[in-house]
């Protein structure tokens, strides 16, 4: 019997609007990903990757077409159904990391977990193991100012990946990294695949991409698998 897909985009379109011109990010894409693939998104600046990333992640919706997340057609749900689906099933790397600077290491991490509803005790837990597996317990009490740009991304991946989700989602997260701490960060991904979770990362590199299990393309606005 075949299984469904995790991730189903059907006739998925967004366009939006800059000044009197309107662009179209999303192109009646179609779209499977199965639970425990690992998909790299590559194609020029301008292409979609993103808002590609952002609709999967469930940040943002279709103007039209339908979202399929684990049997749920997620695209016309409101902000509040959203944020409860992704809330704990859902974690986010970002080139830039977004870290809070006000807030320690730990403090950052600590963060995904605020409306978990877990226990404090399990919440500390949590956060000290995963500090540990990404070999930056070390660093628990410094802010991130105090870190290399290597170190900021591993507190950004223990951060999306304390709520323990079943899908990780990477937008370019070698981006403002040097070669060997980019190196780094993707054996942490192909880690994170093979313990089982979803990982779908948008990347410029061919040689990452070549990480994954299979590639996406993409060119203004559609998806060509």
Known sequence: MHK??????????????GGEVMTTALDDVDLEIQAGEYVAVMGPSGCGKST??????MLDSPDRGEYWFDGTNVAALDEARLDDLRRGRVGFIFQG??????LTVE????????????????RRARVAQMLEKL????????????????QQQRVAIARALVTKPQLLLAD?????LDSAHGEEVMQLLQQINAEGTTVVMVTHSSTHAAR?????????????P
Not at 137 to 146: C, E, F, G, I, L
Not at 212 to 224: E, F, N, Q
């Open 172 to 176: 370019e997260p070698t981006g403002n």
């Open 107 to 122: 403090e950052n991490v600590a963060l995904a977990l605020e409306y978990s509803g877990l226990p404090a005790a399990e």
């Open 135 to 150: 070999g930056i317990t070390h660093r628990a009490r410094h802010h991130p100012s105090q870190l290399s740009g290597g």
């Open 4 to 17: 469904p897909a995790m991730l189903k985009l059907v006739n998925a379109s967004k366009r939006f609007a």
């Open 52 to 57: 590609l990333l952002t609709i999967l992640g």
């Open 212 to 224: 994954a299990a299979r590639t996406v393309s993409m060119l203004d606005g559609a998806v060509h």
């Open 97 to 102: 990391f977004n870290l809070i600077e006000d």
